[in-house]
């Protein structure tokens, strides 16, 4: 999990430095550079907001996966369980 916040964090300040470095060496007027940063703050908004929805879904699916792999190794190891005297049965006779 900490990877993942390292690397979202990693994100917005790369996106942040980018960000400042554009402004210094700008040659636009104010109004469009804050029209600009606007725009590009809104994209940022809705990347990090699908990056959120794709990790949650994600993280759902893990679980889940998890799960069924549990109940897969319980089921397996109950079958073998049961089994077990009966195929030490056939290998006796």
Known sequence: MSKQKSMVVGFALGTV????????????????????????MDKMKSTFSSIKRDGIQLRAKIRFANKEKEEALQETAAS???DAPEEMEQEIK
């Open 80 to 82: 073998t369980i049961e």
């Open 17 to 40: 430095v980018t960000a400042a470095a554009t402004l210094l060496s700008t040659p636009k007027a104010g109004k469009e550079v804050r029209k600009d940063l606007k725009v590009n």
